[in-house]
């Protein structure tokens, strides 16, 4: 089992759509949890940090749930802007350092 | 500019020789990683650093791998005898740790360099 997993999709939605994207991770001794969004041949940028809360940026939520070891991503009003490769970032604990680890990214496509 | 940077952007190599690429982070910024991505994948973590102290490198690939950042500022990441398998983009990242602000350890990746071996 990956450490870190994704549906890697793609998610096809029309514009407008509400899309949630989840992420599942192994070890519960981890911390510090991010989104990251990469386009087509290019580096992956920050899109939002979760926090154990929950917290919300414009059109975007995310969310942790430490119990079962997921974190969420929701995206409303999609805009074909959105279009891209959403990637989740936990920082695992392994051999006593906390190794930032990605899963694969899950694909979202939005059409017209 | 003051993002990170990555040289060279490109690196075509026959199989077996050495490769060097250098990441220059932001300015302020006291960690620098060193992922590897391929195809369908998300990045894969290498290597990283605080300051010139290299903290963790287990998850090097081989010991054909090797990094560097002697002096706390930019790195160099390393491939010795490159073997077709090693075709993958190379990147850099880096962040500012403060301790008991993990959260806050965002990391910004530079553009990546992209190797191909033949």
């Known amino acids: 089992r990956k450490e870190v997993e994704q549906d890697p999709g793609p998610f096809n939605v029309p514009e407008g759509a509400t899309v949630a994207f989840n992420c599942t991770y192994s070890n519960s001794a981890s911390q510090s949890f991010f989104w990251y969004r990469q386009d087509c041949r290019k580096e992956p940028k920050l899109l939002m940090s979760?926090?154990?809360s929950g917290n919300e940026d414009g059109r975007f939520t995310a969310q942790l749930n430490r119990a079962s070891q997921y974190i969420s991503l929701l995206i409303r009003d999609s805009k074909l802007s959105d279009s891209a490769t959403y990637l989740c970032?936990?920082?695992?604990?392994?051999?006593?350092?906390?190794?930032?680890?990605f899963g694969r990214g899950t694909s979202l496509i939005v059409h017209p | 500019d003051t993002g990170v940077s990555q040289d060279p952007r490109h690196k075509i190599t026959k199989r077996g020789q050495n490769v060097t690429f250098r990441c220059d982070p932001i300015s302020e910024h006291n960690r620098l990683y060193w992922y590897r991505q391929t195809l369908g994948q998300g990045p894969e973590f290498l290597t990283y650093f605080q300051n010139e102290a290299q903290l963790e490198k287990s998850r090097l690939l081989s010991d054909r791998f090797s990094a560097e950042r002697p002096k706390g500022s930019f790195s160099t990441l390393e491939i010795q005898r490159t073997e077709q398998g090693d075709s993958a983009m190379y990147l850099c990242a880096s962040s500012l740790a403060v301790i008991g602000q993990g959260r806050k350890d965002t990391q910004y990746f530079g553009p990546g360099t992209r190797l191909t071996v033949l």
């Open positions: 970032v936990v920082n695992l604990l392994s051999g006593g350092s906390y190794i930032p680890t």
């Open positions: 979760v926090y154990s």
